[in-house]
């Protein structure tokens, strides 16, 4: 089993405070940059598991990383530089309270919602007839609030995030603008290697007065894709699509009494299932960039992470 990095405590200059969430420590440097370690960490059903997943961390940052570059001139964003494959520096914004979650299809937790007689998510209308996996005539945008740390999100409509002023009306219609231009653009990146971008989620928040797109973007922890070949004779035959997400991870979970409930006990995963894991972030890295994936040294990661990071400082 190669190592993985589960927690990070680096010493910077001018380090102001650290933010640990569910997969990143996110430091902050002098009010001014974030230096970002994605580290191995896996989470679903908003719990974190002990146990790491081999490259994570690597195969997250570095997907962020290109498609940071590859969206930067739709919509400004927090990158400045990747000075190591599991770390992102960047300008420091305040982040808006707000996920913007566009989907193109019914599927995950809208099809669960669905399937259980649900008509409406976040005050959109969706008809009946539609089918698992079905694309919609235009994709919807399902926002949530964004949860302080060991809280679920909470789905929202926009008209009640206006209304209770989580974000003003011409900035959530910034944040709207941006959510469809990201997920055309990522759409049209994900056709071009024979997938579909299913759903996927996009946070922003603000500097100097202008809004940037930050963290993350179309990873596997915040995306979901399908194969394109295959995907209508699938939903024709009502069997699952072929899949690159970490949906596959809530579907083994779900399938052994386990969905982050109260009470309910997180079962323990297998070095088998974990290398799985790992090996299909693996896959979903080398089918959306279209390059191999190379496996960096893990012999030593938190020295090896911590003077890269000190060389940009």
């Not at 000075?83 to 707000?98: E, F, N, R, T």
Request: with cysteine; aromatic share 10%; proline share 5%.
């Amino acid at each position: 089993m190669n190592k993985t990095l589960i927690r990070t405590d680096f010493k910077f200059s001018h380090l102001k405070n650290i933010y640990k969430g569910k997969v990143r420590d996110v430091y902050n440097i002098n009010d001014e940059l974030l230096v970002m370690v994605v580290t191995d960490r896996i989470s679903a059903f908003d719990i974190v598991f002990p146990k790491g997943i081999p490259y994570k961390g690597q195969v997250l940052n570095q997907i962020a990383s290109k498609f940071l570059d590859a969206t930067s001139g739709t919509v400004p964003n927090w990158k400045i530089a990747t000075p190591d494959p599991m770390v992102m520096l960047g300008h420091k914004c305040a982040p808006l309270p707000v996920e913007m979650i566009i989907r193109g299809y019914l599927t995950g937790s809208s099809w669960r919602e669905y399937k259980n007689g649900k008509r409406e998510i976040c005050g959109v209308k969706i008809p009946d007839g539609i089918k698992e996996h079905q694309r919609f005539p235009s994709p919807i945008i399902t926002p949530t609030t964004k949860a302080e740390q060991g809280r679920h999100d909470e789905n929202i409509s926009k008209e009640e995030i206006i209304r209770h002023e989580l974000v003003t009306e011409e900035d959530y219609n910034f944040m709207e603008k941006y959510t469809y231009q990201l997920f055309e653009r990522g759409s049209e990146i994900a056709a071009r290697q024979g997938l579909i971008l299913v759903d996927t989620k996009y946070e922003f928040g603000k500097k100097d007065g202008r809004i940037y797109l930050i963290d993350e973007i179309h990873t596997p922890d915040s995306s979901r894709y399908f194969y394109s070949a295959g995907y209508e004779e699938r939903l024709a035959n009502n069997v699952p699509q072929k899949q690159l997400s970490k949906e596959f991870v809530r579907e083994w979970l779900i399938a052994h009494g386990f969905q982050g409930k109260e009470g309910e006990q997180l079962p323990e995963l297998s070095d088998s299932f974990i290398n799985q894991i790992s090996e299909r972030y693996i896959e979903l890295f080398e089918n959306i960039t279209g390059v191999k994936f190379v496996r960096y040294d893990t012999s030593d990661l938190p020295d090896r992470i911590y003077n890269n990071i000190l060389r940009v400082l």
